[in-house]
Nanobody, 124 residues
Framework: QVQLVESGGGLVQAGDSLRLSCAAS????????MGWFRQAPGKERDREFV??????????LYADSVKGRFTISRDNAKNTLYLQMNDLKPEDTAIYYC???????????????WGRGTQVTVSS
């Protein structure tokens, strides 16, 4: 059973940067595609796809809302997934989750294992 733990969230001002991490244990991290999702305040039923990466890191995918500002990466030797977030905006405020899947896809329901999330709050 894969376990995922997100970290790196916090309270920042618009224009600032944060780097989120997702540490994996209990499985073969390098065998999974990984995704970052977020859940905004008042949208408890909607987890929005943010970014994803294939198992080897050879291909990435981004939501239009974060393209050019966020960068996903992974270190399979460290069993860790990252999300570098630059030029943060108030609309990026959300709980950010990482999740595993067999393939790179943007649909949350296809992902198998989820972390508990880390809060990102961006003030204007």
């Amino acid at each position: 059973q894969v376990q995922l733990v997100e970290s790196g969230g916090g309270l920042v001002q618009a224009g600032d940067s944060l780097r989120l991490s997702c540490a994996a244990s209990g499985g073969t991290f390098g065998a999974y595609a990984m995704g970052w999702f977020r859940q905004a305040p008042g949208k408890e039923r909607d987890r929005e796809f943010v970014s994803g990466i294939t198992a080897t890191g050879s291909r990435t995918l981004y939501a239009d809302s974060v393209k050019g500002r966020f960068t996903i990466s992974r270190d399979n030797a460290k069993n860790t997934l990252y999300l570098q977030m630059n030029d943060l905006k108030p609309e990026d405020t959300a709980i950010y989750y990482c999740a595993t899947n067999q393939v790179l896809i943007s649909v949350p329901s296809h992902y198998d294992h989820w972390g508990r999330g880390t809060q990102v709050t961006v003030s204007s």
